[in-house]
């Protein structure tokens, strides 16, 4: 995870929009994605953008990203206690290529 | 939809054993790879196959090998285990060269006693 970065931790309270940052080094990234992971569970897909878009949203989500500040953000509109897991930003390249992971930011919904 | 499936969910193995990981990708996917996740770690690359040849290699130990199968499937063998190989192993599949979304399996985890 050393070439892509987020924070540890985020707390927010239900209701209110969440928002996770994350920032990459490549600037040749191609694919940057956002996965979620729920405690002892796999990685779920929830979004990803390809670099060409600066904005993507998908019902709740709204993913951002910054090509010049290699800045990428995912918001999610009325958070949910449900929300409360680990996101992990990932980034990759065309074809084949393997993903890069973040270190991942641990979201907490408190009611 | 179908989804990436992994086998077994939990294995328990003892140092020095060997320990076999299963994963069939998502019908129609061509490519497979393997991630380790160590506890409160993000998932670090191991291995990668495109039609059924080795496409990637990350930070795989050398007493790991890996093959996929003319089925596509594909199986993880860890040999020599020690405590450090106790993770969740992800795999994780795409149709490569289409966009390379990679959809995640739910991970085996191994535990080395």
């Known amino acids: 995870g050393e070439d892509v970065e987020q924070s540890l931790f985020l707390s927010v309270r239900e209701g209110d929009s969440s928002v996770i940052n994350c920032t990459y080094t490549?600037?040749?990234?191609?694919?940057l994605y956002w996965y979620k992971q729920e405690p002892g569970a796999g990685l779920q897909l929830l979004t990803y953008?390809?670099?060409?878009?600066d904005m993507k949203q998908d019902q709740r989500l709204t993913v951002l990203l910054n090509k010049k500040d290699k800045h990428l953000s995912l918001r999610i509109a009325d958070t949910q206690t449900g929300d409360s897991a680990i996101y992990f930003c990932a980034e990759s390249f065309s074809g084949y290529s393997t993903l890069t992971f973040g270190k991942g930011t641990m979201l907490l919904v408190s009611p | 939809a179908a989804g990436v499936i992994q086998s077994p969910r939990h294995l328990i193995k003892e140092k020095r054993e060997t320990a076999t990981l299963k994963c069939y990708p998502i019908?129609?996917?061509?490519?497979v790879y393997w991630y380790q996740q160590g506890p409160g770690q993000d998932p670090q690359f191991l291995i990668s196959f495109y039609e059924k040849m080795q496409s990637d290699k990350g930070s795989i130990p050398d007493r790991f090998s890996a093959q996929q199968f003319s089925d596509y499937h594909s199986e993880l063998n860890m040999s020599s285990l020690e405590l450090g190989d106790s993770a969740l192993y992800f795999c994780?599949?795409?149709?490569?060269?289409?966009?390379?979304?990679?959809?995640f399996g739910e991970g085996s985890w191994l535990t080395v006693v």
């Open positions: 019908p129609r996917h061509d490519t």
């Open positions: 490549d600037s040749s990234s191609t694919y």
């Open positions: 953008i390809f670099s060409n878009m």
């Open positions: 994780a599949s795409s149709l490569g060269g289409a966009g390379n979304t990679i959809y």
